[in-house]
């Protein structure tokens, strides 16, 4: 059940009618329990079942974890939810990139193997709802949280629909203890909740899927090489493209949340105008960027044993994350080249100050180290976009001026291209020091309705195809 499907307005128009006709607020949990489950279903119903396991072993891993006095024991329960969690995380996703990956090695070595066809299909969000339980253990483990009283609002929080699928991921401590008092929208809440959606909808339906999709299609479809110009232009596409795509799921499930009263956390603060590469990540799925820290990168030791220490946990963090985008070498590629990046600017940082004695860049350098920034998360982008290593490393050729100039895309959709990352950062640009919120502040409402008439009217009459948002594969 896509946001971006007629059959989702009616599941959602259904859920607020019952949600705010019951009073009872037990009651009310109750609808959105089942709702979720409802929704969770629509993709494919024996998959609920993963759903189910994930929530009870690790509501009871968790409270043995808080009960239990041996150390050994709390080790062995928390063992128990990581294997529960990673381990079907690891079949269902990565099952067939290790199988693949083995055939490879024992071909090495002259052993011929061809195992079956490993035909198993991926659950839509597993890599979300699991690192969404995972946190919640691990936080009881490490004294950060206390179980939960009640083992319903704990299945709500894993399964509640609007972020169910592709996050923001949303901690425990974030999220449960909303669910003690009645939550009912206020008439700005929904109506602002309404206004997200609504945009959500507009950057996935309108500025991603019908006005940026064709152009990275010509170019990473293409049968052959692709020109400079086409390469560069479809690179910069899919910048846009997945910023829309993943922004506008965030922006969506943010607002139908809002809409029934509930508060998700931010996923992207405009990333695009971020001055370097650790700025990139405290903006860009900020729900994933941070998880990461917590509970990979700084378990592992963080800063805290030496530079060269904190050099390696960065790039294990940063190829780990790559991994957990995709079972394929080109999304680990896609990591590690982040966690170059990460370690590059470290190193020119530890310089700059060391020679200039300054802590801040000024305004003019400021745009273009983000500038800087941009264009290498573009060429990162290129490895997460193309279909195998080979195809990327053509397209990465084609950007370094090898081949024609232009061969794949017309002129008008190389200037749509060009002229819409350059509106794209413009806007982030100037937003970057600033929240959505408080600039609508400052918009008077009349004007806030005719802008979100254009977005509906953009919506429902621009002519293409809309397509599943790009991380329901991860």
């Known amino acids: 059940m896509l946001f971006n499907s007629t059959t989702f307005l009616v599941f959602f128009a259904l859920v607020l009618a019952l949600y705010y006709t019951v009073r009872n607020w037990r009651a009310r949990k109750s609808i959105l329990l089942a709702s979720s489950y409802v929704f969770y279903a629509a993709w494919n119903p024996p998959f609920v079942l993963l759903l189910v396991i994930s929530t009870v072993v690790d509501w009871f891993a968790s409270k043995g974890i808080a009960s239990a006095t041996a150390t050994g024991r709390r080790r062995l329960l928390l063992g128990l939810s990581m294997l529960t969690n990673l381990g079907m995380l690891g079949f269902f996703k990565y099952g067939d990139f290790m199988l693949e990956n083995f055939v490879r090695l024992a071909g090495l070595v002259g052993v011929e193997y061809h195992p079956p066809a490993w035909n198993i299909v991926l659950p839509v969000g597993i890599s979300f709802y699991t690192f969404q339980t995972l946190s919640y253990t691990a936080d009881i483990y490490r004294g950060r949280s206390q179980p939960w009283h009640s083992f319903w609002d704990y299945a709500l929080y894993v399964s509640f629909f609007p972020q ?237 001026g090898r081949g024609g100039w232009t061969n794949a895309l017309r002129p008008d959709d190389i200037g749509y291209a060009l002229a819409l990352t350059a509106a794209l950062l413009t806007v982030h640009w100037r937003m970057r020091n600033t929240t959505l919120e408080a600039v609508a502040e400052r918009v008077p409402v009349w004007a806030r309705s005719a802008l979100l008439a254009a977005m509906v009217s953009a919506i429902i009459t621009i002519p293409g195809d809309s397509h599943a948002f790009i991380y329901f594969q991860f």
């Open 164 to 400: 169910l699928v592709a996050g923001p991921i949303v901690r425990s401590r974030g999220f449960l203890p909303q669910l003690n008092e009645p939550k009912r929208a206020t008439s700005n809440q929904f109506f602002w909740g309404l206004s997200l959606l609504t945009l959500g909808l507009f950057q996935k339906i309108v500025l991603a899927d019908r006005v940026l999709a064709p152009i990275v299609e010509d170019v990473y479809g293409h049968s052959g090489a692709v020109g400079f110009l086409d390469a560069w232009a479809g690179t910069f596409a899919f910048s846009g493209q997945i910023f829309f795509d993943f922004a506008g799921y965030s922006t969506c499930a943010i607002g139908v949340a809002l809409c029934l009263g509930f508060a998700l956390p931010d996923n992207f603060r405009f990333p695009y105008a971020a001055v370097g590469f650790s700025d990139f990540w405290r903006r860009w799925h900020i729900s994933l960027s941070s998880w990461l820290r917590d509970y990979l990168y700084i378990p592992l030791g963080g800063n805290r044993k030496g530079q060269n220490r904190a050099s390696v946990n960065v790039m294990i963090t940063m190829l780990l994350g790559g991994l957990w985008h995709g079972a394929a070498w080109r999304f680990v590629i896609w990591g590690g080249l982040h966690g170059m990046y990460v370690l590059a600017e470290r190193v020119i940082q530890g310089r700059w100050k060391l020679r200039n004695g300054e802590k801040r860049l000024g305004p003019v350098r400021q745009f273009v180290v983000a500038m800087i920034t941009f264009l290498l998360v573009s060429v990162a982008w290129v490895f997460f976009r193309a279909v195998s290593m080979d195809h990327a490393f053509a397209l990465l050729g084609s950007m370094a």
